[in-house]
């Protein structure tokens, strides 16, 4: 199979990350398109010169424009602060490379829509929003049971994504806590497509929200230790009315948080239905939780899943999967789908993202105007 040969635009946490995926390919069975990553960009000399450590990278340049430049590079990966999302993606696309991006898949609204743009202008791009954590096995059951109609009525869904460095106070400034670097959404722009991909896949979809915000540390310290302005949200819950594609409405919860205690990057996902209920967390990512029902009495029931994923691995079924895992398989995900190969849980999608930033314009007006506010993504 032909391999997909890389340019990364932004070498930093998620860039090193998705480039050490790209050597473990023989980790994956089967013949699929290999991502090698022949170019780096990077701002930062640092950060630029690790990838000195990938030995398919033979191109380094400080200036994305010239990265896009290189005929050999056929894909770009771009993890950046939000605020360069627009242009650079808009740029990405526009020099007619498929596009693997980041969430928030631009800072805002208006933001997405230039990209969006761009996408119209060049519907031969391949496009795609980056999000690992459906690709957990444990996850991948949940939607067989829901794509199998195993749930039946909803009764109420929730979503979350939680950290705790933010706890530390002393923790210094960086660019995810600044408004014009991170944008208006704070932690919602982080995180929030952690907690949407799974829903908005299997068809449920809010259509009211009502936020609540907080910023929780108003201060933190600067590259010189004294106090700056820290003036993201760091803490939503976003509390919506949800439907499903059978017409049935629920109460539907997103959660995103950098100050839950003792939390590292804990994901949660639960679907309670009349007939069956699950939940995930990332806290015990070898297993599902799911209820079996006695007569009138449900118990939660602990089944280990082990090591079943979307694309199957060399790895023995008995050993756990982990954050590393998840993001190996949405690479795998993200060629084949370029190759237009079978993938039964593809990336996020532009359109996706779309309905993300709907939501989260929707929250920020919710809590402004103190209510509910409605919303139509179908
Ligand atoms: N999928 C996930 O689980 C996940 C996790 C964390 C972050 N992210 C997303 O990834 C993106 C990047 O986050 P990160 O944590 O890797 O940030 P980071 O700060 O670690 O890395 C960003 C990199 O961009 C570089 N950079 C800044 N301006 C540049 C420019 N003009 N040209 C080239 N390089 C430039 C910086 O030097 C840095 O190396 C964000 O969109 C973030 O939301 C995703």
């Known amino acids: 199979m032909k391999p997909v040969r890389f340019g990364f635009i932004g070498c930093g946490l998620m860039g090193r990350e998705l480039a050490t995926a790209s050597l473990r390919w023989p980790h994956l ?26 030995p398919t990278v033979h191109a380094f340049y400080r200036d994305y424009r010239e990265l896009l430049q290189n005929p050999e590079i056929e ?8 605020a360069l999302h627009a242009q650079v993606y808009r740029d990405i696309i526009l ?12 800072m805002d609204l208006s933001a997405f829509e ?16 980056s999000s690992e954590f459906p690709y957990y096995p444990a996850v991948q059951q ?57 829903p908005f896949r299997l068809g449920l979809l809010p259509h009211m929200v009502g936020a609540q915000l907080a910023n929780l540390v108003k201060t933190r310290p600067g590259p010189n230790g004294a106090p700056v302005p820290c003036e993201t949200w760091d803490n939503a819950i976003l509390s919506c009315e949800g439907h499903d594609q059978n017409g049935d409405v629920f109460p539907m919860v997103f959660e995103m ?37 006695m ?8 089944l280990v899943v082990g090591q079943a994923p979307l694309f199957p691995v060399i790895t023995g079924g008995i050993f756990e999967f982990g954050f590393s895992d998840s993001i ?40 402004n105007e103190k209510r509910m506010v409605p919303l139509s993504l179908d």
Request: hydrophobic content about 35%.
């Open 328 to 367: 190996l398989q949405m690479l795998a995900a993200f060629t084949s789908e370029l190759r237009g190969l079978p993938c039964a849980f593809p990336c996020f999608t532009p359109d996706e993202a779309h309905k993300s930033h709907l939501l989260l314009t929707a929250a920020l007006q919710s809590y």
């Open 75 to 82: 894909a770009v990966y771009c993890a950046l602060p939000h």
């Open 295 to 302: 007569g009138q009495k449900q118990a939660w029931t602990r």
């Open 142 to 198: 949940i939607v067989r049971w829901f794509q199998a109609g195993a749930f039946g009525q909803v009764i109420e869904t929730r979503f979350a994504i939680k950290h705790s460095s933010d706890m530390d106070l002393k923790k210094p400034i960086n660019w995810k806590r600044q408004r014009d670097k991170n944008g208006d959404y704070g932690c919602m722009g982080d995180l929030g497509i952690h907690t949407q991909h799974l």
């Open 95 to 106: 020099s007619g490379k498929h596009l693997l991006g980041e969430k928030p898949f631009g």
């Open 257 to 293: 948080k950098r100050m839950a205690p003792g939390c590292t990057n804990t994901v949660e996902y639960e679907i309670d239905g009349i007939n069956l209920s699950a939940r995930f967390t990332t806290d015990d990512p070898n297993a599902v939780y799911f209820t079996q029902s």
């Open 114 to 129: 230039t990209i969006q743009s761009a996408m119209q202008q060049r519907p031969d791009v391949f496009v795609r929003c």
């Open 29 to 54: 069975l089967g013949d699929l398109p290999r991502p090698v990553i022949v170019a780096a960009c990077d701002t930062s000399e640092e950060n630029l010169t690790w990838f000195r450590k990938i």
